[in-house]
């Protein structure tokens, strides 16, 4: 098949998103497939006379892709467009997809989970892999996906969105109960995410958060441990387990060797995995899910489980969770890759 593997963008998860596409683009290459990677921002700026020889490039326009200890610099991907366009589509970009048989959304963050792609793919009668934009865009920002968790029965920390003014800060930090977890509601890989263990942390944790933009949400804070678990298709996949080397899972442990130690499956009872693969079924059918999702939740000390946030675009670097998940009950990563592809077509189809 010809398959565009879209990636990049302008996401603050931008680096997390061209590894996971490079992997999935040369995995699928690997099977047969005639796949390139594209950046959703940067595009091609100059096509070949024949664009179809494109998709038979050395190694897929794969770049050499690596993730950081920080976010990467935006504004720098801004200016180094050509066109300096505002557009979120770079050159060529919706023409390669429309040659495409289907194309696969390496994409993670703003780019890409909001819904916004999977939309104008749609306006373009362009298949892609994953959920559609609307149960995309509900599952991204995490009021709307608290909301209808709560409203699901599925059990998730108590929260607020917040509402202020620079200024209001300190007001705000002396007034929030604490413990807590301040967060925007449309970040990702543990971006614009602050764990503060005091009211001094909390005021600059409510300063921060407004550079990571959308809304800005108070959570209760539920200690025990930290367990993600997929949903491939119609069946969940074994959890895993993370437990940070430092203080807090941030961005830097969550993708630096060494960072935190990942054991999959989670060393969990047979009671406790029925109920967290469980939870992650619940939790992608309210939000109206499809192919592949991730839901990251707490097993607090009394044994009770509580849905954090799902990830509609999980990441698929070949170390992600996902990835891990299925290799766990026998499904390599290029099988992976083509089972999402797969399932994803099969969903157009109905």
């Known amino acids: 098949m010809k398959i565009v593997v879209l990636a990049g963008g302008l996401s603050t998860e931008r680096a997390v998103s061209l590894v996971s596409g490079a992997g999935i683009c040369r995995a699928l290459r690997e099977r047969g497939h005639r796949a390139i990677l594209v950046d959703l921002f940067l595009g091609l700026e100059e096509l070949p006379e024949d664009p179809e020889t494109l998709f038979d490039a050395e190694d897929g326009l794969c770049p050499d892709a690596r993730i950081e200890t920080t976010a990467p610099d935006l504004e720098a991907v801004r200016k180094s467009r050509r066109d300096q366009s505002p557009r979120v589509f770079g050159p060529n970009v919706p023409e390669l997809c429309q040659m495409a048989e289907i194309v696969f959304l390496g994409l993670h963050g703003q780019d890409g989970e909001d819904g916004r792609v999977q939309a104008a793919l749609e306006l373009l009668g362009v298949p892609y892999t994953g959920a559609g934009y609307l149960a995309s865009g509900m599952a991204m920002d995490k009021a709307v996906a608290k909301r209808i968790m709560t409203a699901g029965g599925v059990p998730t920390p108590g929260w607020r969105v917040l509402e202020y003014v620079p200024g209001e800060e300190g007001r705000l930090a002396r007034e929030l109960p604490m413990p807590c977890v301040i967060k925007c509601t449309t970040g990702g890989s543990s971006l614009g ?80 995995a029925a109920a967290a693969g469980e939870l992650a079924l619940r939790a992608h059918r309210a939000l109206g899910l499809q192919v592949y999702s991730r839901t990251d939740m707490i097993l607090d000390r009394d044994g009770k489980l509580w849905c954090l946030e799902v990830n509609s675009l999980p990441g698929m670097t070949p170390t992600s969770f996902v990835p891990q998940e299925a290799a766990a009950v026998g499904i390599g990563y290029g099988e992976l890759c083509e089972e999402i592809v797969r399932l994803s077509l099969d969903v157009k189809r109905r």
């Open 193 to 272: 995410v602050f764990l503060p263990e005091n009211r001094e942390e909390l005021e600059e944790a409510l300063v921060k958060v407004r550079r990571f933009g959308g809304q800005v949400i108070w959570e209760e804070r539920i200690y025990g441990r930290e367990l993600t678990a997929a949903v491939l298709g119609d069946r969940a996949l074994p959890a895993v387990e993370t437990i940070p080397a430092g203080k807090d899972f941030d961005y830097a442990a969550k993708y630096q060797r060494g960072g935190a130690a990942e054991i999959c499956p989670a060393n969990l009872t047979e009671a406790e």
